[in-house]
């Protein structure tokens, strides 16, 4: 009895396992029956979504590789292009004088009191040593004493020690100046001059240049900053 009780037990046992093997295969095919019939819908709806329809795709044009002439016509433009200097606008800022007098002696004379501003020289009128922003030019009294340069007649004046004077103005900062003249000036302030015009004559010395007899004291500047004068005349 106990022999036929186990052969059933065994066969319920085996004819379970197999119904749960069925269920499970069953359940495996059913869900691969199913994605079978949902994901290639999909997939194939997303396909036909990206399919690019032939008739909106552009023609491909294909380029025309050129010929010698063209290629030539080609450099050749490019190098009157390359040669051509550009258009240059025509300057309409005015130009101005830029080149620097060049002074003449207002007289012929002996230099009898040169120019020292580095280190003093004697004077035999006040007998003593001082620099000097000059040169004194011996001359007859009564002689004629010229424009330097061409320039408009900036100031006249009259003192003590340099007796009348005659400043003139000329061009680029520079000022010549002539004094120890005669009252017989023959230029006023403003007037323009030219060169080697008379302004006046020479005058009796002053009290302060005496020993030096008649001459014509002759002092140049440029932008306010006495110069030689005898490195600024013509030789």
Known sequence: MRNKEKRTLMWTTTICGCLCLLAVGAG?????????????????????????DVGDLQPVTIAQTPTVDETKQQK???S?????????????????????PVFDY???GEVVMPYSVDCAIYDPTLNQYHTNDSISISADAGEAV????????????KDEEQGNSVIIEHDNGWLTTYSQLADDISVKVGETVTKGQTIGTVGEPTKYTVALGSHVEFAVEKDGETVDPEKTVQD
Do not use: C, F
């Open 28 to 52: 495996v095919v059913w869900q691969a029956m199913d994605y079978k019939k949902t994901v290639p819908q999909a997939t194939q709806s997303q396909l036909m979504e990206s399919e690019v």
């Open 76 to 78: 050749q433009t490019q």
């Open 80 to 100: 009157n292009e390359e040669n051509t200097p550009p258009a240059t606008q025509p300057d309409s800022t005015p130009k101005t004088e830029t080149s620097e």
């Open 106 to 108: 207002p007289v012929q």
């Open 146 to 157: 010229k424009a330097s340069e061409k320039g408009k007649v900036k100031e006249i004046t």
